[in-house]
C-alpha cells in the first residue's frame, strides 16, 4: 500500500492549496478505509487536520477546532483518491501534511493510523 501526497507548495495567506492523496494498493477495500490529513510544524508533534470516515459510516468529515471552516476533506472512492482543500490559508498552517488510512476509521490519533503517505509541504507566508 502506498499513500502518495501531493499539491503542497508555496501561498500567501488567504490563499488557497488543494493536496491530492492517490492510494495505492487498497483497490477495492479503499471503502473500508477512513482517510485522513495530519500535519507537523517544525519542532512539534504530529497533530490531527482531518478525517472522512469509511464509507460504511457515511464518509463523515471530522476537523480539527483551528481548521474548521476553513479545510475541506472529500473523497472518490471510483479513483482511490482523497482531498484536502485548503482555503483562506494563515501562516500557522505551515506544516508538513501527510495523509493517512485506517481501516474501519471514523477519527483517530496520529498513531492510530494504518498507513502512512511521505508527506508534503505546505507553506504560508504573511
Known amino acids: 500500500v502506498q499513500l502518495q501526497a501531493s499539491g503542497g507548495g508555496l501561498a500567501q495567506a488567504g490563499g488557497s492549496l488543494r493536496l491530492s492523496c492517490a492510494a495505492s494498493?487498497?483497490?477495492?477495500?479503499?471503502?473500508?478505509?477512513?482517510m485522513g490529513w495530519f500535519r507537523q510544524a517544525p519542532g512539534k508533534e504530529r497533530e490531527f487536520v482531518a478525517t472522512?470516515?469509511?464509507?460504511?459510516?457515511?464518509?463523515?468529515?471530522y476537523y480539527a477546532d483551528s481548521v474548521k471552516g476553513r479545510l475541506t476533506i472529500s473523497r472518490d472512492n471510483a479513483n482511490i483518491m482523497v482531498y484536502l482543500q485548503m482555503n483562506s490559508l494563515k501562516p500557522e498552517d505551515t506544516a508538513v501534511y501527510y495523509c493517512?488510512?485506517?481501516?474501519?476509521?471514523?477519527?483517530?490519533?496520529?498513531?492510530?493510523?494504518?498507513?502512512w503517505g511521505q508527506g508534503t509541504q505546505v507553506t504560508v507566508s504573511s
Open positions: 494498493g487498497l483497490g477495492q477495500t479503499f471503502r473500508t478505509y477512513g
Open positions: 493517512a488510512a485506517r481501516r474501519f476509521g471514523n477519527t483517530w490519533f496520529p498513531y492510530e493510523s494504518t498507513y
Open positions: 472522512i470516515s469509511w464509507s460504511g459510516a457515511g464518509s463523515t468529515t
